[in-house]
């Protein structure tokens, strides 16, 4: 079921406006007004949210709080548009994106995203979109302002338009033969869509990949290696392996590449900053963004 009642802090977590700043607004302006519990808490509406949101955007855009609490509410939300349409306004595309997370509303998601693909690339939408709103579902899960699901839910859709727009780049022979990918997260390790889009990239500039996908043992390449001579693994560390473990996991992935002749190894994600870079050998390269893979593919 959508989340229907929100917390104070839920409201911060997701507006970026301070609890405290929030209570001002309320007790000054009446900008929004919540039910209270029994031992006084506050608890606001999907349409408080909604119009705190609206509030924050038109406020981050110059107009003083004073001012929008004498717009009438229904004018709002016209405010925005305005403000909106005048400006590549990505604070309110990622607000979209939010609300359309917290209600388990994919009509919402798929209109936001289609009216962004009017006049953006694949790409920009998820290099100006999609990742600005990935990190801040990180943080958000973090706090407790959502759950797993809402972060399953939104992650699973965008995980649909990056396949969809994959099966479109995708040449039936490849065109480039210098480097086959195999692509593959380590054990354990699930968060997948930096990968994947990493997948459409290299399929786009005409490369060979071979998608291995969620938790693969590392033992499992070796039968790959078999197959293709110029290969390059490329790996995600989002959690796993953890920084205890990961020097030690790449030392491991060495003793399976010395059987290969030509092994070459490409990660990234949030683990690599605990990498021992200065030990690696010459074949194994690490990378602190999707930026910087799309640049030396």
Same mark, same amino acid.
């Given at each position: ?14 507006? @970026? ?8 607004? &309320? ?7 919540? &039910? ?5 808490? *506050?608890?606001?509406?999907?349409? +408080? ?12 855009? @110059? ?22 349409s005048k400006k ?34 694949? *790409? ?13 579902? @990180? ?54 869509? @930096? %990968?994947?889009? %990493? ?11 071979v998608y291995l ?42 003793n399976i590449a010395?059987?290969? +002749? ?36």
């Amino acid at each position: 079921m959508p989340k229907k009642v929100f917390s104070i802090r839920d409201l911060e977590n997701l507006s @970026g406006i301070k609890a405290h700043t929030i209570r001002i607004w &309320e007790k000054r302006y009446n900008l929004l007004s919540p &039910e209270r519990t029994d031992t006084n808490i *506050r608890n606001y509406s999907i349409a +408080s949210l909604q119009k705190l949101l609206n509030v924050t955007l038109l406020y981050h855009n @110059g107009y003083k709080i004073s001012k929008i609490a004498k717009i009438p509410e229904a004018e709002i939300p016209l405010k925005v548009k305005e403000v909106v349409s005048k400006k590549n306004n990505n604070s309110h595309v990622l607000n979209t994106f939010k609300l359309a997370m917290v209600n388990f509303d994919q009509t919402l998601f798929f209109d936001t995203y289609n009216k962004l693909l009017s006049t953006h690339s694949f *790409r920009e939408v998820f290099k100006e979109t999609f990742i600005p709103l990935l990190n801040e579902i @990180g943080l958000l899960w973090q706090t407790d302002t959502i759950s797993p699901a809402h972060e399953h839910f939104i992650t699973g859709l965008i995980k649909q338009k990056i396949l969809i727009n994959t099966e479109k780049v995708q040449h039936p022979t490849p065109t480039k033969t210098d480097k086959v990918f195999v692509s593959f997260l380590p054990e354990n390790e699930i968060h997948e869509i @930096g %990968l994947l889009y %990493l997948n459409y990239e290299i399929l786009s500039k005409g490369y060979k990949c071979v998608y291995l996908g969620q938790t693969v043992p590392l033992e499992n390449l070796v039968d790959v290696m078999k197959y293709f001579e110029n290969i390059y693994f490329l790996s995600y560390f989002t959690v796993k392996p953890d920084k205890d473990h990961v020097n030690t996991y790449i030392k491991n992935f060495e003793n399976i590449a010395s059987k290969h +002749s030509n092994p070459n190894f490409w990660i990234l994600g949030r683990q690599v900053k605990f990498v021992e870079v200065s030990q690696l050998p010459h074949y194994i390269k690490t990378f602190t963004s999707i930026e910087q893979v799309v640049n030396e593919l």
